[in-house]
């Protein structure tokens, strides 16, 4: 049986405009319910002050949008870690490329992340930055011994994986395969010399990269993996390695690179690759774009991850992981969804109508429970929800009222997410 494959040529890897056109009536109608976009001040665990002004006139809103699955983002050791290393340096910020001039605390960081997670770690600011360094590297051929590699995404890969597919194309072919089709990227493995795939470790709107399956193709055929495991850090490992992380050998090896976040469980600031080799770490030192030609991540982000680091090191880090999977259960034993039973962080409440979404969204704020209305291009048309991001820091009680909430407005939730 021959599997749906997509291949790219010039002019058929974006339609802006058919993006905003599409799309343009839901953010309207979003941003008229003050559902995106709002502003804000965060107070304890996950509870902030909706607006701006004095903070006594403001409602205070349980949030289930941010992706600080751990709880981390405002842990005093990761604030205190921030404020250290700008008065160490009496710096924040140092405006020339790290080709020539790096903080000794980044050395520090990158050394700490590598010795945690068992890889040669790179920082950068952002994860897109990193994927924005990886994507022609791996497009080049360097990393798959000189022969360049047919790259194929996932179709639900993130767009700041999926937005890079005109630069890689420039260089070698590109191609697209349903969600999660093994079978399709065999017949790929089979068909080209070098194949390499890129795809979420734990994907934004749910659900998980089959990596086992995975690692049998890479062992059998040589497959070059890039994952991107954005919302999988620190949820697992005994030192926080993450989804994907967990699934590899102590070495990455060669045909491996894992791009991972600092601003979401592991409750800090920016992104990172994990690498195998020192051919690749030396590599992406000196070509990978945003590290060659941008400026290194700021010393509060530096200082926070160092924060973070201690965590990971101690008896915490498993606390609140066993505090995340509790909260996890009692999510799902309260609204079964499509995600029920996987321990990921991520819930979708399918509505189908984008109308429904926004709706649904503006009626558990009102309540005082902010969660993400998606719609597209997030997700498919008439595929429309809400994301609910469970984590360590949220009470019992805050769970139990927002899934009442939801059920109000969603009676068939069951049958919905079922279908």
């Not at 967990?246 to 994990?274: D, N, V």
């Amino acid at each position: 049986m021959k599997h749906r494959v997509s291949d790219y040529r010039a002019g058929n890897f974006r339609n802006t405009h058919y993006v905003i056109d599409r799309s343009r009536a839901y953010f309207d109608a979003a941003y008229e319910a003050n559902l995106m976009g709002i502003p804000g001040r965060s107070t304890i665990r996950r509870v902030f002050a909706l607006g701006t002004g004095p903070l006594d006139d403001r409602p205070q809103i349980v949030d289930f949008v941010r992706c600080s699955y751990l709880g981390l983002d405002n842990h005093p050791t990761v604030v205190a870690g921030a404020i250290d290393a700008i008065e160490a340096h009496h710096s924040l910020h140092w405006s020339c490329a790290r080709t020539r001039l790096n903080f000794d605390l980044l050395v520090e960081l990158e050394e700490t992340l590598s010795e945690l997670f068992g890889a040669r770690v790179l920082a950068f600011s952002t994860v897109m930055l990193a994927n924005l360094s990886a994507m022609p590297l791996i497009a080049s051929g360097q990393l798959t011994s000189g022969t360049k590699p047919v790259v194929v995404f996932d179709r639900l890969a993130h767009i700041s994986l999926a937005y890079h597919k005109p630069a890689v194309a420039d260089e070698t072919q590109v191609k697209t395969i349903a969600h999660n089709d093994i079978n399709a990227l065999e017949e790929l493995c089979r068909e080209y010399p070098a194949v390499a795939y890129v795809c979420d470790g734990v994907y934004s709107m749910g659900g998980n990269a089959p990596v086992q399956e995975l690692r049998r193709l890479q062992e059998r055929y040589g497959l070059f993996l890039y994952i991107d495991d954005a919302h999988g850090i620190s949820l697992f490992g005994d030192q926080g390695q993450g989804f994907a992380r967990s699934h590899f050998p102590q070495e990455l090896g060669e045909r491996t690179i894992i791009a991972a976040s600092l601003g979401k469980g592991f409750g800090a600031s920016g992104g990172m690759l994990m690498l195998g080799t020192k051919h690749q770490e030396a590599l992406f030192r000196r070509y990978g774009i945003a590290y060659a030609f941008s400026a290194a991540p700021n010393l509060a982000a530096v200082g926070a991850a160092l924060g973070s680091c201690k965590i990971h090191r101690s008896a915490e880090l498993n606390e609140r992981q066993t505090l995340l999977a509790r909260r996890i259960e009692m999510f799902d034993h309260l609204i079964p969804t499509v995600e029920r039973g996987n321990s990921l962080p991520i819930r979708m409440i399918t509505t189908g109508s984008e109308a429904k979404a926004i709706e649904v969204a503006k009626e558990v704020l009102n309540a005082g429970f902010y969660t993400s209305v998606t719609f597209f291009p997030t997700v498919a048309q008439g595929k429309a929800g809400i994301r609910v991001c469970i984590t360590a820091d949220h009470d019992v009680r805050d769970i139990e009222q927002l899934c009442d909430c939801i059920l109000r407005m969603q009676p068939s939730q069951e049958t919905t997410n079922r279908a």
